[in-house]
């Protein structure tokens, strides 16, 4: 069995979380921020069994404040 390390984006969507895995293009959702990343991860596993792992590097996600008028 391969392991990979992906990106993980998670936000909320009114009364839901949504993660996206930009890398690939799953996304999935959940009631908590917990059960959205392991969907995630369940359909990100299932895509990966049926086509070829992408080839890039995972990405690197931080916050930055912008000053604006």
Partial sequence: MKTKTFTAIVYKDEDMYVAECPEVGTVDQG?????????????????????????VSPRFVTAIEVSYA
């Fill in 31 to 55: 009631e908590t921020i917990e059960e959205a990343i392991a969907n995630l991860k369940e359909a990100t596993r299932l895509y990966l069994e049926e086509c070829r792992v992408p080839d």
